[in-house]
């Protein structure tokens, strides 16, 4: 059961309000108010005595936003949402010429244990509902919309969280924030990223959404990936290359390797060069991310020279590669920062 009404789909809904003995033309009424981030009181065409029902029993939205941070340097918003049991979670609206992406949480910490990640550190707390991630969205989309054009033209679930761990409210998140009656946002503009649950993927593609599939990939060998990504103990390079190939064939979209530069690991030409035998043939693209530091860990980005030769390596062996833009650096643009930071303010282990 989900925790607030805007987790519903509009026939879920309509069946709900039938349950209440409500007529049924209210689902659309409601239903169109719940994706403008509306709460009750906003709720002007609906009766004052339906209004004060709801009120008594019902949430409206699954989150809201208690901080925002703003680059002064390229306009991104860091988001801190805070959710009904207490719980905070990040969100962040990056400005590109093609519209505005914000990355979402799908969970409450991460239980994934990636060395180069603040999310993971304490562990995963809880699942997102559908609901509280499509209100990630529509709380954020509800700031920037102006009259019919979207605030949040694409979404990319690379927030806090393994999104295909908690992967039935994922799928239904999806369905909700592109149904047409909603925020109809194409599923085309949509990234899902994963650190590579293979066999996630795998019923993943058989559901054949046009989404892209983005893979925390970050190491060319078994040896050094299992030192930073725990999840590389259950499944193997060539596990996880046989599970995206498999993507490719069956939903016929480019998988994007998000590839995290870290100095001392995974960052020499020899790396480069197993990167580039490993996805020979497959319609895919290399996403080069500097890391950020992770003091915590003790690790670090290697120098601007390093990043150059390593990209430069990938395209001379006809890697289609691009390195990452820096964005929000200036307001903890880290995934997990803010969120760390404002738990160990209000005296909360992190």
């Known amino acids: 059961m989900e925790d607030c009404l805007l987790g519903y789909s509009l026939p879920e809904l309509e069946v709900w309000l039938k349950e209440q003995g409500e007529k049924a033309f209210r689902a659309k009424q409601l239903y169109g108010w719940l994706q403008k981030g509306a709460d009750f009181d906003e709720m002007r065409n ?7 029902k709801l009120k008594e029993t019902e949430r409206a939205q699954g989150v809201s936003i208690i901080k925002t941070l703003r680059s002064e340097k390229d306009g991104t918003e860091k988001y801190l949402f805070s959710l009904h049991d207490g719980n905070v979670v990040e969100g962040v609206l990056m400005r590109y010429h093609y519209g505005n992406t914000l990355c979402i949480s799908s969970q409450v910490g991460c239980r994934m244990g990636c060395a180069f990640c603040a999310s993971t550190l304490e562990g995963r707390v809880r699942d997102l509902t559908p609901g509280e991630m499509l209100g ?30 908690n992967y039935d409210n994922v799928i239904k998140f999806l369905k909700l924030v592109s149904a047409p009656e909603g925020l109809n946002i194409s599923l085309r503009n949509i990234s899902v990223s994963t650190c590579g649950l293979c066999d996630r993927m795998d019923e993943l593609a058989q559901l054949k959404l046009p989404i892209t599939l983005s893979i925390s990939l970050h190491a060319t060998t078994d040896e050094a990936r299992q030192k930073i990504m725990p999840v590389a103990k259950k499944y193997s390079v060539s596990r996880l290359l046989k599970a995206c190939r498999d993507y490719v064939d069956i939903v016929g979209r480019r998988i994007v390797f998000e590839y995290a530069l870290i100095e001392g690991v995974n960052t020499s030409l020899e790396d480069a060069d197993r990167l580039a035998d490993l996805l020979r043939g497959l319609l895919c693209h290399v996403n080069l991310i500097p890391l950020n530091d992770v003091k915590e860990r003790n690790l670090s980005a290697p120098s601007q020279k390093g990043i150059e030769a390593f990209q430069k390596r990938l395209e001379e062996r006809g890697i289609s ?14 995934c997990g920062q803010l969120r760390r930071k404002h738990l160990e303010t209000e005296g909360q282990k992190p």
């Open 136 to 165: 990630e969205v529509v709380t954020v989309n509800a700031l920037h919309s102006e009259g019919d054009k979207r605030g949040v033209t694409n979404i990319v679930m690379m927030g806090s969280g393994e999104p295909l761990d």
């Open 46 to 52: 609906l009766p004052a005595t339906f209004r004060d």
């Open 321 to 334: 590669v691009t390195r990452r833009r820096e964005m929000g650096a200036d307001i903890e643009g880290a």
